[in-house]
């Protein structure tokens, strides 16, 4: 049985009542740094994670908005690992989980660092309507509008072509592979579903509006967004839901395997489970800066 726990590795700051904490937002969805973001200002269980998963963010830029008395819920035997732990609530640790350093209730909410990314606009892109896969196939996806929902089942290998995929009713890929460098997954309604897939490794585009962007919904998006795999998925830019729940899952019988998910994660919620390894941000990626004004003399 593995032991639940998020491994936090981050240096010590000063404190943080003075300041309103903030990153810098660059072109698309590039940022001055890696970490993790949770925006909702109110909601229970805000960042929440259960099973017997352990999430190691080596960049250890966390962040927890929430002023609910259990912003933070984690049970079992999930243990939080790290120096400092920011948030502006109350964490619930139940069961036999909890923090080992020092938790600092009450911190000042982190603005969004990716505040300035602007929805690329859809105008003008070919409808590639919708597609429905159930059986074992090689699947090429080109960049455009999907004005219907996209669902793969089955064994099958699924390719998408560098660009910008505009979801309009939502996506679902389970099982065989999918493999996409250079790409931006924009949803503008419905849900996000990838799970299942024995490889996983998507990338974003280096140039362009959504440079530095790979999954993104729009605040208007009706939808959740939920990303599975094991130690065969490598997931690297940024992951942007900011009004949506977004469900991590590492599945792994390896101890010390799992998904790299992300470089930085910025969601309302986020809900992290499973039996692995879920790693966010590489450990050369520099955290998120604190800054370094005041607010106020």
Same mark, same amino acid.
């Given at each position: 049985?593995?032991?639940?726990?998020?491994?936090?590795?981050?240096?010590?700051?000063?404190?943080?009542?003075?300041?309103? =904490?903030?990153?810098?937002?660059?072109?698309?969805?590039? /940022?001055?740094?890696?970490?993790?973001?949770?925006?909702? #200002?109110?909601?229970?269980?805000?960042?929440?994670?259960?099973?017997?998963?352990?999430?190691?963010?080596? $960049?250890?830029?966390?962040?927890?908005?929430?002023?609910?008395?259990?912003?933070?819920?984690?049970?079992? /035997?999930?243990?939080?690992?790290?120096?400092?732990? +920011?948030?502006?609530?109350?964490?619930?640790?139940?069961?036999?989980?909890?923090?080992?350093?020092?938790?600092?209730?009450?911190?000042?909410? +982190?603005?969004?660092?990716?505040?300035?990314?602007?929805?690329?606009?859809?105008?003008?892109?070919?409808?590639?309507?919708?597609?429905?896969?159930?059986?074992?196939?090689?699947?090429? =996806?080109?960049?455009?509008?999907?004005?219907?929902?996209?669902?793969?089942?089955?064994?099958?290998?699924?390719?998408?072509?560098?660009?910008? +995929?505009?979801?309009?009713?939502?996506?679902?890929?389970?099982?065989?592979? =999918?493999?996409?460098?250079?790409?931006?997954?924009?949803?503008?309604?419905?849900?996000?579903?990838?799970?299942?897939?024995?490889?996983?490794?998507? $990338?974003?585009?280096? /140039?362009?509006?959504?440079?530095?962007?790979?999954? !993104?919904?729009?605040?208007?998006?009706?939808?959740?967004? $939920?990303?599975?795999?094991?130690?065969?998925?490598?997931?690297?830019? $940024?992951?942007? !839901? #900011?009004?949506?729940?977004? /469900? =991590?899952?590492?599945?792994?019988?390896?101890?010390?395997?799992?998904?790299?998910?992300?470089?930085?994660?910025?969601?309302?919620?986020?809900?992290?489970?499973?039996?692995?390894?879920?790693?966010?941000?590489?450990?050369?990626?520099?955290?998120?800066?604190?800054?370094?004004?005041?607010?106020?003399?």
């Amino acid at each position: 049985m593995i032991n639940s726990r998020i491994v936090l590795v981050r240096p010590a700051v000063g404190a943080t009542a003075a300041f309103l =904490l903030s990153a810098a937002a660059m072109g698309g969805g590039a /940022t001055s740094g890696s970490g993790l973001v949770i925006l909702n #200002p109110t909601a229970s269980g805000a960042l929440s994670m259960t099973g017997n998963s352990s999430v190691q963010v080596p $960049s250890a830029a966390v962040y927890v908005n929430s002023n609910s008395a259990t912003a933070i819920s984690t049970v079992g /035997t999930a243990r939080l690992e790290t120096p400092n732990l +920011y948030i502006v609530g109350t964490p619930s640790f139940g069961g036999q989980s909890g923090c080992s350093g020092a938790v600092h209730r009450g911190s000042v909410p +982190y603005a969004n660092p990716l505040q300035g990314f602007v929805v690329p606009s859809s105008s003008g892109v070919p409808d590639r309507g919708g597609l429905s896969v159930r059986s074992n196939s090689t699947v090429s =996806l080109q960049p455009g509008r999907y004005s219907q929902e996209i669902r793969i089942t089955g064994n099958s290998n699924v390719v998408m072509q560098p660009g910008v +995929y505009f979801i309009e009713q939502g996506m679902s890929i389970t099982s065989g592979s =999918l493999i996409g460098d250079g790409v931006t997954i924009m949803m503008m309604n419905g849900s996000l579903s990838i799970g299942g897939a024995s490889t996983m490794r998507l $990338s974003p585009p280096s /140039t362009g509006p959504t440079a530095g962007m790979v999954i !993104a919904a729009s605040p208007q998006a009706i939808g959740e967004l $939920s990303l599975a795999g094991g130690s065969g998925v490598l997931v690297s830019g $940024s992951i942007y !839901a #900011p009004t949506q729940l977004l /469900t =991590l899952t590492g599945n792994s019988s390896v101890v010390g395997t799992g998904p790299q998910m992300g470089d930085l994660i910025v969601a309302d919620r986020v809900r992290l489970t499973g039996t692995a390894l879920i790693r966010i941000g590489s450990p050369a990626a520099p955290p998120i800066q604190l800054p370094s004004e005041p607010l106020c003399d």
